[in-house]
């Protein structure tokens, strides 16, 4: 099982480019998740989704969109990159959203630099 | 407030002795989960152990333990027998019953050096 997968692993963006983000995983979860971490802090969630068919804003969703392709894949998709979005993009899956118990397993993790 | 704080930006251990990393939250809700996180140097986020605020005893994973201290909202990570592969950012993070869409949120970390 290769858990949670993210390409591209590094990305140089130009101010008002457009990228797109993949995130696959393989353990079966129902809920996947998008997740920033800027220097120094810990990660703030982007968006998320609890199941397959939806999706939800996170606390920091400005300039981002997501779809949920299918059970197994979430992509995240800038439309018009700018140097505020430069960080590091880590997506995370897990099994079922609505329980505090449950753990989330990340992915390996996605570093974006715009210009 | 601070939901989730991690007082030490930075800790030292040497190599086979063991090292506590701090972990206060914060929180009304009765049900909630706390995770602790590694993060290597190269990058990814590794799940290390868990604690729900039900859970009587404190939660243990081979060399990893959490001190839980429900009445002072405390969850501190205990690594035993530390390794120089220990060297690492280590988050603790909270998931509270009340986010429904299971948001972890996250402390400012503490980067973990162990010298040989």
């Known amino acids: 099982n290769a858990g949670v997968t993210q390409t591209p692993k590094f990305q140089v963006l130009k101010t008002g480019q457009s990228m797109t983000l993949q995130c696959a995983q393989d353990?079966?979860?129902?809920?996947m998740y998008w997740y920033r971490q800027d220097p120094g802090m810990g990660l703030r969630l982007i968006y998320y989704?609890?199941?397959?068919?939806?999706?939800d804003k996170g606390e920091v969703p400005n300039g981002y969109n997501v779809s949920r392709l299918n059970k197994r894949e979430f992509s995240l998709r800038l439309e018009s990159a700018a140097p505020s979005q430069t960080s590091v993009y880590f997506c995370?899956?897990?099994?079922?959203?609505?329980?505090?118990?449950?753990?989330?397993?990340f992915g390996p993790g996605t570093r974006l630099t715009v210009l | 407030a601070q939901k989730i704080t991690q007082t030490q930006p930075g800790m030292f251990v040497q190599e086979k002795e063991a090292v506590t990393l701090d972990c206060t939250y914060d929180?009304?809700?009765?049900?909630?989960?706390l995770f602790w996180y590694k993060q290597p140097s190269s990058g990814e986020m590794i799940f290390l152990i868990y604690?729900?605020?039900?859970?009587?005893q404190n939660a243990t994973e081979g060399r990893y333990s959490l001190n839980f201290q429900k009445a002072r909202k405390s969850a501190n990570l205990v690594i035993s027998a530390s390794q120089l592969g220990d060297s690492a950012m280590y988050f603790c993070?909270?998931?509270?019953?009340?986010?429904?869409?299971?948001?972890?949120?996250f402390g400012q970390g503490t980067i973990l050096t162990v010298h040989p």
């Open positions: 995370a899956s897990s099994f079922r959203t609505e329980i505090s118990t449950d753990t989330q397993y």
């Open positions: 353990m079966n979860h129902n809920s």
């Open positions: 989704s609890a199941s397959e068919g939806t999706t």
């Open positions: 929180t009304s809700d009765p049900s909630y989960g």
């Open positions: 604690q729900g605020s039900y859970d009587q």
């Open positions: 993070a909270m998931r509270e019953e009340s986010t429904s869409y299971g948001k972890l949120t």
